[in-house]
DNA sequence: ATTGTAATTGCAACTGTTTTGCATTAAATT
DNA sequence: AATTTAATGCAAAACAGTTGCAATTACAAT
């Protein structure tokens, strides 16, 4: 497995990502490209993208995975170090540009954070 | 729907929230009351608690609902408004005392957070 | 271009978690 | 003690995600 190709699938979901600005639950990628590949290639193309930083993945409210592109993670660190917030309405996901201060604890080391906000977004507020 | 029974199956879960100082996922419930109570019964029982404001729910790291029981939740906002711990190495997932302010987001009502800190405990550090 | 190889996919079956419908049991009220 | 209906147990279904394996296909070598 040292070799990784391009193959028609793989370079769906990259586009997809490319162009797509919030964030996605797996369910939702499945259902979008159910007629273009397999479930179980989603999900191990949706893996794979991960280990290769390209996108990253946190729990959405549902403790479903949600994955966005990767803009300023690097692959040694794949760990969102920034909220996500998900519309309680619309269902909509979207990463935040905030970074969280991970508070430290006494005799534990946290080396991950997650944190998941949840509310109305501004197109279900009006 | 109008009157709740304290049932035999209640007061068990219920004596357990009781003393025990940790968050506990489902399928640890499950298990340590299989001889007690039915698989549906526990998840049954769990809904009602965490509705009567008697415990509170997250996520853990595995997506797994966890509960623990609330010790300065009211029944309005049993939001999760602490931060809570996992830890990777045995597991072990626990409340923990301290506020997280949630960042004013522009355009959204942020309404519940959802801090998930992972790491090791100090008991899995020595 | 053709061929060889192994990475990738599709499929179907399976695992694990949670929910549901319904008959039965058992709290609480009379 | 009888009545009412909330709560339970059970088995089946729903749902999410994984796996083994044969078939396909990207890509390097010829």
Excluded: W
Excluded at 58 to 84: Q, R, S, T
Aim: some cysteine.
């Amino acid at each position: 497995m040292g070799v990784v190709r391009t193959t028609k699938t793989v370079r769906l979901v990259t586009q997809f990502f490319d162009t797509y600005e919030h964030a996605i639950g797996v369910l939702d990628l499945v259902e979008k490209f159910k007629e273009e590949m397999n479930r179980s290639t989603i999900y191990r193309i949706l893996d794979r993208l991960e280990d290769e930083g390209k996108v990253h993945s946190f729990l959405g409210a549902n403790g479903l995975k949600h994955y966005a592109k990767c803009k300023d993670c690097n692959h040694k660190e794949h760990v969102d170090v920034h909220p996500h917030f998900q519309c309680t309405n619309c269902g909509m996901v979207e990463c935040v540009a905030y970074e969280i201060k991970i508070p430290a604890l006494p005799d534990k080391s946290v080396e991950q954070a997650q944190l998941l906000l949840t509310g109305i977004c501004a197109n279900c507020k009006d």
